[in-house]
Nanobody, 127 residues
């Protein structure tokens, strides 16, 4: 079992930055890939970014490339999503997720590959 706890959400203005954190406990997560997804009101949950267990490989949704950066610290069992140049369309509940996949693959962009989810943290970007 893996427990995930997100933090760092909030209300910001367009152009501002936020850093989301996800702390994992339970099963060792240093050997698992992790990701962030988001869900806006009335929309399906969508992929944002993923990182391989080693941290070497990352994947991003096209709309966040160049603005968001995902990193991990396996010694702290944590991943971090640095979000810069935020836009109102980034407004959503952001969820941290972990998967048992241990290698880098584009499968990490699919929410069905993740069996562990956090409770979510709200990010609101005003215009």
């Amino acid at each position: 079992q893996v427990q995930l706890v997100e933090s760092g959400g909030g209300l910001v203005q367009a152009g501002d930055s936020l850093r989301l954190s996800c702390a994992a406990s339970g099963r060792t997560v240093s050997s698992t890939a992790m990701a962030w997804f988001r869900q806006a009101p009335g929309k399906e949950r969508e992929f944002v970014a993923a990182i391989s267990w080693s941290g070497v490989t990352t994947y991003y949704q096209d709309s966040v490339k160049g603005r968001f950066s995902l990193s991990r610290d396996n010694a702290k069992n944590s991943v971090y999503l640095q979000m810069n140049s935020l836009k109102p369309e980034d407004t959503a509940v952001y969820y941290c997720a972990a998967t048992t996949i241990t290698y880098a693959t584009t499968r990490l962009m699919r929410k069905d590959e993740y069996g562990y989810w956090g409770q979510g943290t709200q990010v609101t970007v005003s215009s």
